[in-house]
């Protein structure tokens, strides 16, 4: 089946503005997860959703920041009033939830962020 | 909390020769460890995982990593590289238990010269 789908692949902003990002999960996975890559670092982890449960959304930079997932599929990472320094790859992942935390994640190609 | 140090930002390999890509970790507990690979202009990809038993871990593409608890580390190896393996390698960890998101460390560039 489909891999996870994220759109835009790209998204130029000013400054200010907010934006809203989408993440199609593959079908059935009960687990999905925000990551942030900026140039030249590794992942930033954002928010985590498994099931029912309440997000873990440690990982939020800021008030700025929000993500919900409606009906245990499609996420949407939402970013207020973003700055320049938002500017990054935004990824989701999803697994299945099986063998506990040992399921792997698979990943979107990203949503490239630049705000200008 | 948890968290993973990957302490070289690039490793050159001459095609053919055997490579390492070092990790370490931390974690309260035993961990899960995993391997990543992101290549040019394409998401990240799968490569093994650890989750208990022997402590050498067979992937995808040759690949393999050894799970020492001792020295915490994950070290990735391959016996003979290919050019083809180079791109940007992610070590990540996560608890047994408690919080469930992912860590990853600062990802290693591979390059490998033909």
């Known amino acids: 089946g489909a891999g996870v789908s994220q759109s835009p692949s790209n998204k130029v902003t000013e400054k200010g503005k907010d934006v809203e990002l989408r993440c199609d999960p593959i079908s059935g996975h009960t687990a999905l997860y925000w990551y942030r890559q900026s140039l030249g670092q590794g992942l930033e982890f954002l928010i985590y959703f498994q099931g029912n449960s309440a997000p873990d959304k440690s990982g939020l930079p800021s008030d700025r920041f929000s993500a919900e997932r409606t009906g245990g599929s499609v996420s949407t990472l939402t970013i207020q009033r973003t700055q320049q320094e938002d500017s990054a790859v935004y990824l989701c992942?999803?697994?299945?939830?099986?063998?506990?935390?040992?399921?792997?994640?698979?990943f979107g190609n990203g949503t490239r962020l630049t705000v200008t | 909390a948890q968290s993973v140090a990957q302490p070289e930002d690039q490793v050159n390999v001459a095609e053919g020769n055997p490579l390492t890509v070092k990790c370490t970790y931390s974690?309260?507990?035993?961990?899960?460890l995993f391997w990543y690979v992101q290549y040019p202009n394409r998401g990240l990809q799968f490569l093994l995982k650890y989750i208990t038993g022997d402590n050498l871990v067979k992937g995808s593409y040759g690949f393999e990593a050894e799970f020492n608890k001792s020295q915490t580390s994950f070290h990735l190896k391959k016996p003979s590289a290919l050019v083809s393996d180079s791109a940007l390698y992610f070590c990540a960890v996560r608890p047994y238990t408690g919080r469930r998101a992912l860590t990853f460390g600062s990802g290693t560039r591979l390059q490998v010269q033909p």
């Open positions: 974690v309260s507990g035993n961990p899960y």
């Open positions: 992942a999803s697994s299945s939830g099986g063998q506990g935390a040992g399921s792997p994640l698979h």
